[in-house]
């Protein structure tokens, strides 16, 4: 039988003495006032860095240590993940999949509510797993973890924990990642909800005038911004899909580096003090390197860009316009959507940024197909 043993965060105190030796060295590059050249502005890393040095990761590690953590082998890789039980009856297993450079932290606030909701709200039994390659599932240790590998991994550590049906929530890499648990499993996954979608739910290539023409004022918007990210900021998603051992050394080597790599996808001016600990589990773990290596193991999968079939099961994807790219045209050439919901606010963390909007419609999504059933 499949062992599950639980774990406990204990980062040694020669690698938190490194970390800070390593940021107040940091050389700092040239720039020109009025220029930033793309990237994050000079005096923002800065501001990341001071705060970091004054971030005191032991409070922060006793509070995820708090948390019931525990790792398997599964496929040949340690997998960690945090596992709550909620103290309801008729609790919904919910698996939590995060994206890059995401990890677990985007979930923890949600924790309490999704298992200890209030009266006449649906409960959750919620299972964070973290990435292969990310954080305390530690480096990959050997070639082939893409997004289906991961599913498949996903749908083994549910089965280990008991849960013959579960439904599950993704973001980012994780609403790739959903569907194709989706399609995997589709007599086990009972109900998928998504935010910050992209792949499978944005145009692959030109749109034309006329179809352009047909879209909302929404949709022209986030058509707008994914000409303009994959214009301006698409370069690191090159980068790490055919020399994400280039980067590595990189960002491997310096930890104002790794921050300001992070600040493409995930801005700390909306997400807070979360940033931080979210690059500290990256840089604590020395998963930099391989957290990126995702992107080229679906880069060089023929599979990954295949069409897709529908996996039939019901799904609910939220778009929050300040961030997220989705076209509800094109999610549903691959996808059983039964839910549409647009916010005109929220950002592509959405769980973190409007944890509100997030929760309530995680809510309300999962809490009205039970009531259906």
Sequence with gaps: MATIKPFTINVSQARLDDLRERLAKTIWPSTIEGQSYGGPALAQLQDLTRRTLAFDWRKKEAELNALPNFVTDIDGQNIHFIHVKSKQPGATPLLLIHGWPGSIVEFLDHIEPLTNPPKGAQAFDVVIPSLPGVGFSGPTKDVGWNNLRIGRAFIELMGRLGYAKFALQGGDAGAIIGPEIGRLAPDKVTAIHLNAATIGFMPMGPVSEEEAAT?????????????????????????????????????????????????????????????????????????????????????????????????????????FQDGDIAIRRYGEAANNIVRWTEYPHGGHYAAMTVPQDWLADVREFFGGLRSKS
């Design 215 to 319: 879209f909302t004022p929404a949709e022209k918007q986030r058509l707008a911004v994914m000409q303009d990210f994959m214009r301006v900021k698409f370069g690191f998603n090159l980068l790490q899909s055919n020399q994400p051992q280039l980067v590595a050394y990189a960002i491997s080597d310096s930890p104002a580096g790794l921050m300001a790599w992070m600040t493409q996808l995930m801005d700390p001016s909306e997400v807070g003090e979360r940033f931080v600990t979210n690059f500290l589990i990256y840089w604590l773990t020395d998963t930099a390197a391989s957290s990126i290596r995702l992107y080229y193991e679906n880069a060089h999968d023929p599979g990954a860009w295949a069409p897709k079939a529908s996996s039939g099961v019901p799904t609910a994807v939220a778009v």
